[in-house]
C-alpha cells in the first residue's frame, strides 16, 4: 500500500499539498478544525478559504508572481483552477468569488480517492491523531492554534516570530452612492473593473487626519506589533507622511475622473467581492482601527457616507519560523524528522506563494515516497528563487512575496522596460530543461 501523509491544515498550502500527492496514488489525511473551531479571522466551513482579500494579484505573465502562476499551472496548481473558473473582473489582477473558490478547492478534495478528511482540531505535534502517520505536514498557516503554535515552537527551538496582518473591510455594493464614483482600471482605459472614489486635496487631508486619529484595537501585550511591509495597516502609512497613502494605495495615477476629465488628487479603489459585484473590499485599506472607528472613517470617502459593512477591517497575529536555521532544504524541521511545514508559516507571504510551496513539498514527498529524486527548480525560475529565499539565512529573515530580486542578477545590460522580459524569458528556458531533465515530471 502507499505510504500514508497526514496534513495539518486545509488551507492553500494544505490542499495544494494534498492533490500533488494524492494524484500520484499517495493516500493522505488532512485534519482542519473547522467547523468545530474557527480561527478569529475564518468563518467558512470549506476548505481553501481566503481570509485576507480575493486577489491573487496580478496576471501579467511578465510580473514575477504571474510568472510563479504560469508555473503553479504547469504542474495542474488545484489553487489556480479554482481560481480561474471563479475569476471574475478585477482589470490585470486575478481575483475570484471568494464563497465560490473555496467550494470548488472543497469539492476537488472530497472527489479524491486517496484523500480523507478528517474534521478535528490537532493540538500538538505529538496529538496521538499523527501516531500512525510516518509523515506530517504542518500547513496549519499562521493562525494556526496557540496550543499547536506552541508545540511547533518547542520543536523548532525557537521563540517564535510573528507579524501583524490586517483585513480589509467589504462594503454593500447597494450603499455605494453610484453619483459619487466610477468605474476604471489603473493603467487600462479598455477595462472598467474597479470602482473609483475620487478624493480632492480637503477630503484627502481630512481622511488622513481620521486615520491618524482613529481609536486602534490594542493587541495583546505578549504580541509585538511587527508590520509585514507589503500589507501595512492603512493607518501606518498615514502615520508615514502627509503624501505616503496618495503614492500608495490612494495613487491616482491612469485614472481620469468622467466627472471633470481631470485626474483626482487621490483615488480609493474598490474591487468586486463576487461575481455579481454585490460586495466591494476597500482595496489597500487594512486596518486595526476599532469597528466603530471604522465605521466613522471609512464614511468620510466620497461615496461611501451611507456605507452598510458586511465586514469590517480586523486584526491578527501571524507566525513564521526562521526557515534557514529550522528548516532543510526540502522543508523538514531539522530537530524533527519526518515533520515538514508548508505555506506561509515557511515565510513566504502571499496566497500564490503559500499555494506554491504547498504544491512543491506535495510534489516533493510524493516522489521521495516513490525512491525518485526531485531537484529544487532553478534558481532563475519564480519557483525556484521563492523556495531559496527559505534557504538564505539573514540576519533578520521576514515573509517574502515572489520577486524577480530572488533570482540570480541578469547577465545583460537591458533597459529598465525591458528587465522584467529578460527575467521572464530566462525562467522559462530554465523551467523548460527542468521539467525535460525529468526533475518537474513525476
Not at 473609483?196 to 486635496?201: D, F, G, S
Not at 530537530?335 to 502571499?350: D, F, M
Not at 534558481?379 to 515572489?402: C, E, I, S, Y
Amino acid at each position: 500500500m502507499p505510504q500514508h501523509t497526514a496534513i495539518i491544515g486545509g488551507g492553500l498550502a494544505g490542499s495544494e499539498a494534498a492533490r500533488q500527492l494524492a494524484d500520484r496514488n499517495e493516500r493522505v489525511t488532512i485534519f482542519e478544525m473547522k467547523p468545530h473551531r474557527f480561527s478569529p479571522a475564518h468563518t467558512n466551513p470549506d476548505l481553501g478559504e481566503l481570509v485576507c482579500s480575493n486577489s491573487f494579484r496580478s496576471d501579467d505573465p511578465l510580473s514575477a508572481v504571474g510568472l510563479l502562476k504560469e508555473e503553479m499551472r504547469s504542474l495542474d496548481s488545484l489553487i489556480l483552477e479554482a481560481a480561474d473558473r471563479t475569476r471574475i473582473p478585477a482589470g490585470k489582477a486575478l481575483a475570484v468569488d471568494r464563497e465560490r473558490f473555496a467550494g470548488i478547492v472543497s469539492e476537488r478534495l472530497q472527489e479524491q480517492r486517496n484523500v480523507t478528511i478528517v474534521r478535528k482540531e490537532i493540538l500538538g505535534l505529538d496529538d496521538p491523531a499523527l501516531t500512525p502517520f510516518e509523515r506530517v505536514v504542518f500547513a496549519a498557516g499562521p493562525l494556526a492554534g496557540e496550543s499547536l503554535t506552541r508545540s511547533l515552537q518547542q520543536q523548532t527551538g525557537e521563540d517564535g516570530l510573528s507579524f501583524y496582518d490586517a483585513i480589509a473591510p467589504i462594503v454593500s455594493a447597494d450603499s455605494i452612492d453610484q453619483e459619487r464614483v466610477f468605474w476604471a482600471s489603473r493603467y487600462d482605459p479598455e477595462s472598467s473593473d474597479y470602482l473609483n472614489c475620487p478624493l480632492n486635496k480637503e477630503e484627502y487631508e481630512r481622511l488622513r487626519q481620521a486615520l491618524l486619529h482613529g481609536k486602534q484595537a490594542r493587541a495583546r501585550d505578549f504580541e509585538s506589533q511587527t508590520h509585514f511591509e507589503g500589507c501595512l495597516p492603512v493607518e501606518v502609512l498615514a502615520e508615514r507622511g502627509e503624501m505616503t497613502l496618495a503614492f500608495g494605495p490612494l495613487k491616482p495615477v491612469g485614472l481620469t475622473d468622467p466627472r471633470t476629465g481631470e485626474r483626482p488628487f487621490a483615488v480609493v479603489q474598490l474591487r468586486a467581492e463576487n461575481k455579481e459585484k454585490t460586495m466591494f473590499n476597500l482595496v489597500g485599506f487594512q486596518t486595526r482601527l476599532t469597528h466603530s472607528a471604522q465605521k466613522q472613517i471609512f464614511r468620510l470617502i466620497p461615496g461611501l457616507e451611507n456605507a452598510r459593512f458586511e465586514r469590517l477591517g480586523s486584526m491578527h497575529r501571524n507566525t513564521f519560523v526562521h526557515a534557514p536555521r529550522v528548516l532543510t532544504h526540502d522543508l523538514e524541521l531539522r530537530k524533527s524528522p519526518g515533520v515538514y511545514l508548508a505555506g506561509q508559516i515557511t515565510g513566504v507571504e502571499g496566497y500564490v506563494e503559500s499555494a506554491a510551496c504547498g504544491l512543491w513539498l506535495g510534489l516533493y514527498l510524493a516522489g521521495k515516497i516513490q525512491g525518485l529524486s526531485l531537484d529544487l527548480p532553478p534558481r532563475d525560475t519564480a519557483l525556484g528563487g521563492l523556495l531559496n529565499h527559505l534557504q538564505a539565512d539573514t540576519k533578520n529573515f521576514q515573509p517574502m512575496n515572489v520577486n524577480f530580486g530572488l533570482c540570480p542578477p541578469l547577465e545583460v545590460r537591458a533597459k529598465k522596460s525591458r528587465r522584467k522580459e529578460l527575467y521572464v524569458h530566462r525562467a522559462r528556458q530554465a523551467w523548460q530543461r527542468w521539467r525535460e531533465e525529468g526533475r518537474g515530471n513525476l
